[in-house]
């Protein structure tokens, strides 16, 4: 109970802090939760394509705005319980087993900088660039192993930002970003890897030694980002989101992971 | 164009998009009984490593039972077709599991269960320990045979072994026996803890080969597995025994072991399924395994199919095993006394 009052009590005096500045604001901060719908197909593990559902998709963006453009940190956190095929009992030994559902997580960090290239009346466009590092983890069940499916990426893309004014407090952002050069990691083509588990103590580095650096078209990945903001106080925007994303790796078989996401959240700018 | 237009082509065009599997993945195989074998026979086709060893044409066992099936055929006949095909490979590593059935095992004497009964546990700790040994859960059974030779039997190697615990139990031990018969496998790692335990020095054990792309020749580079010494060390002479069932990490912890001066291996040759067990799905949701890897011992000499040989080869009889004498470990006693 206290946990709540102190929460709420943050919340609240954060609320009067941004609302008392006069100045305009510089930084941005958003929070988005929302649904998260997953396809994903790893020919390394299945040829099936798994699919699921679930509230738990959330991201934390900070924006600052310098004179000549913007900065974005971005972290994001997907998660579904997926399926594709009927979850089986099986005999174990001894007992009867059932097959579980695979959970399939998604976690990206971004940064990103946007200048202004193009004004005018109620529609800009930006352009600029972003790194990312993200993983897509998959715990895989089939009957009594688990195995542990991913695809691991640093990238650097351009990127383009439009947005609209469509009325005094109304607006629309679209963005989107494609990678030009990649440094990816993935299973190897049977699974079986020796050289991790002699280094199981050290996956981090095994999976670096062990990745590659891609050129444009080596790893796919579109992202379309939609979001309609309205501004509940000059201080405070009620934002709605649709995420559109696509990813596609060919070494050493194929992987694509097809996210959408449907999302709600607050701007604090401060 | 205005803003509504937009907004009005991004809903005809992206979101329809989002749900198109055809544009976005390689195309699932039927789940259908064609599509299900077809599957199956594509997956062992491009991804199971030892064909050659186990001496089975793939594209033969295609002909023989792909024309068994239909589009309209039902699990039983699905079910038959495949366990019939899995059996040529006699693969202990190669399994199908579907709903209410057993697990089918692609190695005979799995199904069989041929010879299972020339090693009795219990027998051996109530006549040759009289029953007073230790315990860890149903993996380690361990405890002096005489004044001076231990017994170890391990029937898994799924989880870690204190082994440094047991060794001081040992203490008294001029030498042991380690019996792997039946032992099932686990994780290998488990066992290169336990074999640490018996190294003189830096050795080369076996060495591991993965499938690395579908064609039959697509192999990924050799990775070679060293022992090295570790922990609690026991320096006397030590007897292995095996049986057909030693399998997997098992028959890995005896690659491990025999290559130290100080061990014989001693009874039957191992099942000889030591590559990397990895399973896979169907359609239907029914799983199977597969063989990922080759492992060949220190000698560079691959055994997957007929197993390890042992250094004295030995078989219990079935009557001496009624008679609750096991010769296999009174050979292995009096091979070790012989040392002292």
């Known amino acids: ?270 | 164009m205005n803003i509504n237009k937009l907004m009005i082509l991004i809903g005809i065009v992206i979101i329809p998009l989002a749900g198109c599997d055809d544009l976005f993945f390689e195309e699932e195989p039927n789940n259908d009984a064609v599509g299900n074998f077809e599957s199956l026979w594509q997956t062992f086709d491009e991804k199971y490593a030892v064909f050659e060893q186990r001496g089975v044409d793939w594209d033969l066992q295609y002909e023989a039972f792909r024309p068994l099936l239909t589009e309209n055929s039902s699990n039983e006949e699905l079910y038959s077709a495949i366990s019939g095909m899995l059996s040529s490979l006699d693969d202990g590593h190669v399994s199908l599991m579907a709903p209410g059935r057993a697990i089918y095992s692609s190695k005979e004497i799995f199904r069989t269960q041929e010879g299972a009964d020339l090693f009795d546990l219990w027998m051996l700790l109530d006549e040759y320990l009289n029953n007073n040994y230790e315990r860890i859960a149903d993996q380690v059974f361990y405890g002096m045979h005489s004044n001076n030779i231990g017994y170890i039997f391990i029937n898994h190697l799924s989880d870690p072994i204190d082994i440094d615990v047991i060794l001081n139990d040992l203490s008294g031990a001029q030498a042991i026996v380690i019996d792997l018969r039946h032992n099932n496998g686990g994780d290998f790692t488990n066992g290169e803890e336990v074999a640490a335990r018996f190294c003189d020095e830096h050795r080369l054990a076996f060495s591991g080969q993965p499938k690395d792309g579908p064609g039959e020749n697509d192999f990924g580079d050799i990775t070679e597995y060293y022992l090295e010494p570790a922990g609690t060390r026991f320096n006397g002479p030590v007897a292995v025994l095996t049986s057909r069932y030693t399998i997997s990490a098992g028959e890995n912890l005896t690659m491990y072991l025999n290559i130290l001066p100080t061990v014989t291996v001693f009874g039957e040759a191992t099942a000889g399924a030591m590559g990397e067990r990895i399973e896979k799905e169907m359609p239907n949701g029914w799983i199977y395994s597969i063989t990922g890897q080759v492992m060949r011992a220190s000698d560079g000499i691959s055994y997957e199919g007929p197993g390890l040989p042992p250094d004295v080869p030995f078989v219990n009889r079935i009557e001496d095993v009624q008679n609750d004498i096991d010769s296999l470990f009174l050979t292995a006693v009096n091979h070790l006394k012989n040392q002292l």
Request: aromatic share 16%; proline share 4%.
């Open chain 1, 1 to 270: 109970m206290l946990k709540k009052y102190l929460l709420l009590f943050l919340i609240l005096n954060f609320f009067r802090i941004v609302s008392a500045q006069d100045h305009p604001p510089k930084n941005e901060l958003s929070v988005d939760l929302g649904l998260h719908f997953s396809r994903s197909q790893d020919l390394v593990y299945s040829p099936m394509i798994y699919k699921g559902g679930s509230p738990g998709f959330i991201r934390v963006a900070y924006d600052r705005k310098i004179k000549n453009g913007n900065h974005k940190l971005k972290i994001h956190y997907d998660q579904a319980n997926t399926e594709s095929t009927d979850l089986i009992s099986f005999p174990g030994f001894g007992e009867s087993s059932m097959r579980e559902a695979s959970t399939m997580g998604f976690l990206d960090f971004e940064y990103g900088y946007l200048r202004e290239v193009y004004s005018k009346e109620n529609f800009s466009l930006e352009a600029g660039g972003r790194l990312n590092a993200f993983a897509h983890l998959a715990e895989i069940v089939f009957g009594f192993n688990d195995d542990d499916g991913f695809l691991i990426a640093y990238t650097l893309s351009p990127q383009v930002k439009t947005n609209w004014q469509l009325s005094e407090n109304r607006s629309l952002e679209i963005a989107t970003a494609f990678p030009i050069t990649s440094f990816v990691m993935r299973p190897l083509y049977s699974i079986v890897d020796n050289g991790q588990i002699q280094n199981e103590d050290s996956d981090f580095g095994y999976f670096h030694e062990n990745g590659s650096f891609k050129g444009p078209g080596g790893l796919t990945r579109i992202q379309l980002e939609f979001g309609y903001f309205m501004a509940l106080s000059p201080k405070v925007d009620f934002k709605v989101g649709y995420e559109f994303q696509y990813l596609k790796y060919k070494d050493p078989i194929q992987i694509a992971l097809l996210k959408n996401n449907i999302t709600a959240g607050l701007n604090f700018k401060f």
